[in-house]
């Protein structure tokens, strides 16, 4: 789990400037090592690069010359050396160069008559290089020393032409000048390179949020490049896609869905098209809905995957709760009268001076009134149903239980059962679970007894082969259910009996939907009725 501080969630919205030590120096070894690179350049140049400089030309065969320039230039190769080592600090490494640089051009001025030579350029570039990488301080103090230094040297060399020192003077302006404005720029320079830095940091610390808020959205995201390509894709969408193996990125969409991409295709023909639900795993319908990154989609596409189901799911709670409300309302308004009426009934039922006819009336009061407690007491179950505890359950030992009970409580029907794999395991609260086996096989033994032998009842189960996804379902042979009676059987109070309450499928399919399972008529071509639960197989 990623876990982002409260200061950097703050500087990176803020976008907060770098606190003044940030415009410090600090160790930039790349560019040390740059200046190494140069110095060596420069020792190849006064030693190899003799003949191209006619001032020194003639020092080819000074020894001391020679010498001190090869030194020079083995300086440089063990300051490289030490740079990779990091020993010593970062400000002993620039003191100590240019401590040796000092005495290096020195000896090489001298060597070559004094100031006037050319060499004292040499020492404008070191206080420049020496600006840049350490505080305005230290590069002012170094201007000074060499400032000292042309000037000692032009005293030792007893050189009595004021034009020398007059060239001094101007080198020595020339390196001040370089100094700071050498150390202006070094401060910028810093000071752009902490900001660059920190804005590099606050922009890591933004994507890292982003990914963190986009991980843990309720609703799936899915990013696609112009290839149809996916490059981020969280982990709702993972699973409204119905846990696909391969996730990474660069993964074609069409491998991914391919009917997901068949109505991105859709889309992108026609802006207009509005995405019809897609059915991943059987109980989870997914709402895409597709946005443009960029103009032109150049930029690729954003999919959202809005789980249809849970906004189902909400407002079937919401309706579950207007049901108990109302069936607390119908039990205080109906139970009591009924009540009364049906007592009534049994004292009039009593009376010797009854005619057949009047007794035949007072049986189908009740009669009606137990079809009416019937009624009242199915919604009263139904509005008090407590929320749904899903557990593991092994399909196949819990199918063969239940068809040993329905045997012993109806040994003139015939039961079969047939779970494949064996191992089918889903999610549903167990109770819920036998309610509703227990109200389709009562159906079935009502209405799927065929018209000549013993009513025939196939519970069977496993894995789809369409979604893989685990069912089970109850089978009949009876006479089948109307096409026109289809599209009402899971509306409440529709019932095609006079004595039915319409109740019982109704509160069999919000069962199932509490478990995020579903429930659905699926036509029998041979003949007989068939009711599948499509089950997730998952906890979440």
Not at 417 to 435: E, F, K, N, Y
Request: proline share 6%.
């Amino acid at each position: 789990m990623t876990r982002l501080s409260l200061d950097q969630t703050s500087a990176a919205v803020a976008g907060a400037p770098p606190s003044p030590r940030e415009g410090s120096a600090s160790p930039d070894w790349r560019a040390l090592t740059a200046f190494d690179l140069y110095r060596l350049f420069v020792s190849l140049a006064l030693t190899v690069g003799l003949p191209l400089l006619p001032m020194v030309s003639a020092l080819q065969a000074d020894l001391a010359y020679l010498i001190t320039a090869g030194a020079y230039g083995l300086s440089a190769a063990l300051f490289l050396l030490l740079i990779h080592l990091r020993w010593p600090a970062y400000p002993l490494q620039l003191g100590l160069r240019w401590l040796v640089d000092l005495v290096a051009f020195a000896l090489l001025i001298a060597y070559v008559g004094g100031v006037g030579q050319g060499l004292e350029v040499l020492l404008v570039a070191e206080v420049s290089a020496l600006a840049l990488l350490a505080p305005g301080r230290a590069a002012l103090g170094a201007a000074a020393s060499a400032v000292l230094l042309l000037l000692g040297l032009t005293a030792w060399l007893g050189v009595d032409e004021p034009t020398i020192y007059y060239q001094a003077a101007l080198v020595g302006l020339a390196l001040f000048a370089v100094a700071l404005l050498g150390s202006a720029l070094g401060r910028r320079l810093r000071h752009s390179e902490a900001l660059a830095e920190q804005r590099g940091q606050n922009l890591a610390s933004l994507a890292r949020l982003t990914d963190y808020i986009i991980q843990r959205l309720e609703s799936g995201i899915v990013v696609v490049d112009e290839q149809h390509r996916v490059r981020l894709m969280n982990e709702a969408a993972w699973f409204l896609l119905g846990n696909p193996v391969r996730r990474g990125q660069g993964m074609p969409l069409n491998e991914l869905s391919p009917a997901l991409e068949a109505q991105l295709d859709a889309w992108e023909a026609d802006p207009q098209h509005r995405p019809l639900p897609l059915s991943f795993s059987g109980a989870v319908t997914v709402q895409p809905r597709f946005t443009a990154l960029g103009g032109e989609r150049r930029g690729g596409v954003l999919i959202f995957l809005e789980d249809v189901s849970a906004l189902r799911r909400h407002a079937q709670d919401l309706k579950l709760s207007s049901m108990g409300r109302f069936a607390m309302s119908l039990a205080h308004e109906l139970r009591n009268p009924l009540g009364a009426i049906s007592h009534a009934v049994q004292l009039l039922e009593e009376s010797p001076r009854l005619t057949a006819a009047e007794l035949r009336l007072l049986d189908i009061v009740r009669r009606q009134s137990r079809r009416m407690n019937g009624i009242i007491e199915n919604v009263l179950d139904l509005s008090r149903r407590g929320r749904a505890r899903p557990q593991a359950i092994v399909l196949r030992p819990w199918v063969e239980q239940l068809v040993e009970e329905l045997r012993r409580d109806h040994p003139e029907a015939v039961f079969h059962c047939s779970v494949d794999p064996a191992d089918t395991r889903i999610w549903m609260d167990p109770g819920h679970l036998q309610q509703v086996m227990l109200n389709l096989c009562q159906n079935a033994l009502r209405y799927g007894t065929p018209p000549s032998g013993p009513a025939y009842v196939l519970i069977r189960g496993g894995r789809s082969r369409e979604s893989q996804g685990p069912y089970l379902e109850v089978v009949d042979r009876g006479p089948g259910i109307d096409p026109a009676d289809v599209p009402h059987l899971f509306e409440p109070f529709y019932t095609t009996e006079v004595q039915g309450t319409g109740l019982g499928l109704y509160i069999a399919r919000e069962l199932c939907e509490a478990n995020r399972a579903h429930l659905e008529y699926v036509p029998v071509p041979a003949g007989g009725s068939c009711f599948r639960i499509t089950f997730t197989d998952s906890p979440s």
